[in-house]
């Protein structure tokens, strides 16, 4: 049974395009997440979502935005893609009282040309 | 600002050789700390993790890690690593309760020489 599935795991488009990463989490977490990962390795938090908290990253343009339908799902939509969001974005969940243990899902390597 | 600092970027070690990775961090609160692994192309995975209690936590594959609160350092060790440890490893750190999100170091990468 996956626990953090992500879709697509990977994703080839064009500079100006608008697109959208789903996550889903079987897990029953109150808590989601998403994270870039760029070419150098680096992971940076980019939102998480709490019921009707969301905490957004300083850093992360506008263009970026979480949406979460339901509890299980926080999908993320991306609106005139850049070369440099090229990268692989991370979902993850955790449930916020459980010391936030984080699970992770695979992955979505978007690729912008 | 809260920060994670992993101190070596690239490692590499034989087989059999012991190894330890540094990681501090600059954190106002109470913390909770990880170790996570990420083998090539494949997602995170948890190696450790410390919440309280005894500092001294145990993780998956023979990987242990030390919390030592006056150092802000939360130190992996293996005391025999194998060729199949070679992987890229992150240090994170967040405040317990929160939904703030993992702070990642920059992590290492692990090469183990056959």
């Known amino acids: 049974d996956t626990a953090v599935s992500q879709t697509p795991k990977y994703l080839v488009t064009q500079m100006g395009n608008d697109k959208s990463i789903k996550c889903e989490q079987n897990l029953g977490h109150d808590t989601m997440y998403w994270y870039k990962q760029d070419s150098k390795k680096f992971l940076k938090i980019m939102f998480s979502y709490n019921n009707k908290e969301l905490i957004i990253n300083e850093t992360v343009p506008n263009r970026f935005s979480p949406k979460s339908p339901d509890k299980a799902h926080l999908n993320l939509h991306i609106n005139s893609l850049e070369l440099g969001d090229s990268a692989v974005y991370f979902c993850?969940?955790?449930?916020?009282?459980?010391?936030?243990?984080?699970?992770f899902g695979p992955g979505t390597r978007l690729t912008v040309l | 600002a809260q920060s994670v600092s992993q101190h070596n970027h690239h490692v590499i070690l034989s087989e059999a050789a012991s190894l330890e990775l540094g990681c501090n961090y600059s954190y106002g609160g109470t913390v909770n700390l990880f170790w996570y692994v990420q083998y090539p192309g494949q997602h995170l995975q948890l190696l450790l993790k410390y919440f309280s209690g005894d500092p001294l936590v145990k993780g998956i594959k023979g990987f242990e890690a030390e919390f030592i609160k006056s150092k802000f350092s939360f130190n992996l060790r293996k005391p025999s690593v194998q060729w199949s440890d070679t992987a890229e490893y992150f240090c994170a750190v967040n405040h317990r309760g929160g939904a703030d999100g993992l702070t990642f170091g920059k992590g290492t990468h692990l090469i183990i020489q056959p």
């Open positions: 993850a969940s955790s449930q916020r009282e459980s010391y936030n243990e984080q699970f």
